[in-house]
């Protein structure tokens, strides 16, 4: 089954403590992308991956990083997370580095972070 | 940069009304549009898309959507809703490499 992987689901941390969250897709998609959704704000861009070892950013990068040392992977990390980054995570993938002529893009079913 | 407006944050309907649902967008390019939607608790999942030809897209569940160009909008219809169609609903824009998703319109269908 096609799909987009992340975890964990849902996770409770402090302060500081470092933590990652997967993405893994069984597609061979080129184009992976971070999402972080708040109320009222919708889903704003985090950072996006157009190919291996490609990355970039986003409208809101910063606190976070990424890598792509994998085509299936796509690895969010926070390196000393705030109670700012309390929020609902999404990976999406795409077949085409370009969306704009790919088509769709395909969303993980979320992990949502609590920061304390 | 491209930017998404949607005229709605919070659409109640009783079911078998029709729907409309706004959106807005800039960008300065050739312009690609979405409509993605949220059920409660679940992903986001694409409902149609326009790229280019017929400016009336029709997408899953008996959705559609009309491109004007003239207004820069793209709004979101369906003639008839169900309770199931109870969702959030994100208009989004694509420029190269990024796709830009308006705030979202929260549809609430009661039965």
């Known amino acids: 089954e096609a799909q987009v992987t992340q975890n964990p689901r849902y996770l409770i941390t402090v302060t500081g403590k470092k933590l990652t969250v997967t993405c893994s897709q069984n597609m061979n998609h080129e184009y992976m992308s971070w999402y972080r959704q708040d109320p009222g704000l ?3 861009q985090i950072y996006y991956s157009m190919n291996v070892e490609v990355t970039d950013k986003g ?3 910063e606190g976070y990083k990424v890598s792509r040392k994998e ?6 990390i926070l390196e000393s997370p705030s109670p700012n980054q309390t929020s609902l995570y999404f990976c999406a993938s795409s077949l085409s580095p370009d969306p ?3 088509g769709e893009l395909f969303f993980g079913e979320g992990s949502r972070l609590t920061v304390l | 940069a491209q930017s998404v407006s949607q005229h709605n944050h919070h659409v109640i309907l009783s079911e078998a009304a029709s ?12 312009v690609n549009l979405f409509w993605y939607v949220q059920y409660p608790g679940q992903h986001l999942q694409l409902l149609l898309k326009y790229f280019s030809g017929d400016p009336l897209v029709k997408g899953i569940k008996g959705f559609e959507a009309e491109f004007i160009k003239s207004k820069f909008s793209f709004n979101l219809r369906k003639p008839s ?5 109870t969702a959030e609903y994100f208009c989004a824009v694509s420029g190269y490499s990024t796709l830009t998703f308006g705030k979202g319109t929260m549809l609430l269908v009661s039965p």
């Open chain 1, 100 to 102: 704009a002529s790919g």
């Open chain 1, 71 to 76: 085509k299936r992977n796509f690895p969010l």
């Open chain 1, 59 to 61: 409208d809101v990068p």
């Open chain 2, 81 to 85: 809703v169900q309770w199931s169609d």
């Open chain 2, 19 to 30: 729907l409309e649902l706004g959106c807005n967008y800039s960008y300065g390019g050739t």
């Open chain 1, 42 to 44: 919708g889903l704003r």
